[in-house]
């Protein structure tokens, strides 16, 4: 079925809590539905977004100057393939933690790293969302989409999907747009295989022997409770920075840059990555140049975790965000020479202030 409406709500409809409407809202429950929404698309006036839980979004003006569709597609599907696999087939709408949840409830290994994030399914392909040292895109085996340039539907392989660090072919500029997910499929397995080599995770358990996934569920569900906040409290987009991830010779600058400012002790964290690259925690870099908590308007900077932009006053301005991102931008940038990149989405790009 699909639904339609004009000067639609969005405050609702995404995690910031920024007011915004659209000037069209589109919303389709089947897939069977969606050829008949990219012909809407196609022919729409103004600009086009396809958004899940609007998680990652930042709507940057008080009016969104076209269409917005949203996928309630909610079919899933677990199939036991042998070997200890089942394929988990789900639909682009279903919230991606209650999809969590319910794998961890069946003794599924896979995904219970991934808990508490928001959004919803179809963006876990989109953003390739992870935490914990898990990534949608070690659980994906395929995405099924409608391709609006060959108006058919087509299943993309996950190399197909070309995944990266928080990215997808579905977020390249040559190919933004093109897909409107359906389907996505991940592969997880009934046997035992927790992935606690991250953070605080292997010490929170000294027995293993009888670990579940609704054990490590718990432990990473408290673990983003202490750190991040209360999305029924605080409107947020969760991480709103990348964590950069560079050279080695540009670490070592880094390194250097911090010893000549807090003396040869000072630790820069890193995790080296398989092709020798090295990633720097973002929040390290923000906490280091004396931004956690700072507030511009109604944003700030999460107390306890200064990766986080949110909605402090609960009705700030995304020109609020804005000058904040900036900010942090410009002095992470002057202090360490690294430019931060972001997770969040600006929808439409964001006006000159």
């Known amino acids: 079925m699909i639904t339609s409406a004009t000067d639609f709500d969005l405050r609702p409809r995404n995690t910031f809590r920024i007011q915004c409407h659209a000037r069209q809202w589109i919303e389709f429950s089947a897939c069977d539905d969606i050829p008949a929404v990219a012909s809407q698309l196609s022919v729409a ?75 919803e399914v179809g963006a876990s392909a989109v953003q390739n969302v992870g935490a914990y040292g898990c990534e949608a895109a070690d659980l994906i085996e395929s995405v099924t989409a409608f391709d ?39 592969l997880v397995s009934s046997a035992p295989s927790p992935r606690l080599d991250y953070g605080n995770l292997a010490a929170a358990f000294t027995d293993t022997s009888a670990l579940t996934p609704s054990d490590v569920r718990r432990v990473v569900m408290a673990t983003r409770d202490r750190k991040l906040p209360d999305p029924a409290l605080t409107g947020s987009a969760g991480s709103y920075f990348t964590n950069p991830i560079v050279a080695t010779g540009v670490y070592d600058d880094v390194v250097e840059k911090a010893h000549a400012m807090w003396g040869p002790d000072t630790e820069v964290p890193r995790y080296i990555l398989p092709d020798g690259m090295v990633k720097i925690p973002a929040a390290w870099l923000i906490d280091r140049a004396g931004l956690k908590g700072v507030r511009s ?49 600006k929808a439409p790009a964001e006006p000159s202030l």
Request: net charge negative; charged share 20%; glycine share 12%.
């Open 148 to 186: 609006t340039r060959l108006h058919r539907f087509v299943t993309l392989s996950g190399s197909d999907c070309r995944f990266a660090y928080r990215d997808s072919i579905f977020k390249h500029p040559d190919t933004k747009g093109r897909y409107i997910i359906a389907l996505v499929t991940y």
């Open 297 to 345: 308007g109604g944003a700030g900077t999460w107390p306890t975790q200064p990766l986080v932009i949110a909605n402090m006053s609960g009705d700030c301005t995304a020109s609020d965000i804005l000058t904040l991102e900036r900010r942090i931008s410009d002095t992470v940038f002057n202090l360490f020479g690294i430019r931060l990149g972001l997770e969040v989405e």
């Open 45 to 119: 006036s103004g600009s086009t977004l396809i958004i899940g839980a609007g998680s990652d979004i930042l709507f940057t003006l008080p009016e969104f100057p076209g269409t917005v569709a949203h996928s309630a597609i909610m079919t899933l599907d677990m199939t036991p393939l042998g070997n200890n696999t089942v394929r988990i087939t789900a639909g682009s709408g279903i919230t991606m933690d209650d999809l969590v949840e319910r794998t961890c409830r069946a003794g599924l290994w896979g995904m219970e790293n991934l808990s508490g994030i928001p959004g």
